[in-house]
């Protein structure tokens, strides 16, 4: 059984933490080269101005600022987001395409 003794929060985290390290050894080099020469955009299903379009101008600031990644935020309104949707999933699977 599990012992709570033996097994604390502590050596948990740490056991958890050292494993990640030793499954991903390269995953910090390979991150600054994330979107290439390409664009990230995001597709919001709203007008320009409400809250979602709002938020997905917030995120691509911050992720320009902090990261220095070219973030383009796309307006695709109408049929209840599904046009939003169906333009994201048009896309390859390459992360460059996200929907907000």
Known sequence: ???????SPALLRGA???????????????ADVFPGNNAIRVV???NPGP???????????ELFESEGWRV???NRPG???SLAIAE????PADGLSIFR
Do not use: N, W, Y
């Not at 958890?16 to 390979?30: H, M, N, V």
């Not at 379009?53 to 995120?59: F, H, L, N, S, T």
């Open 72 to 74: 383009v935020v796309e």
């Open 1 to 7: 059984m599990f012992d709570h003794q033996i097994c």
């Open 44 to 46: 919001v299903p709203t």
């Open 79 to 81: 049929a209840l987001q």
């Open 16 to 30: 958890l933490f050292s494993s990640l390290i030793l499954a991903f050894p390269f995953a910090a080099s390979s």
């Open 88 to 91: 994201v999933l048009k896309q």
């Open 51 to 61: 809250p979602p379009d709002a938020i997905g101008r917030i995120i691509a600031t």
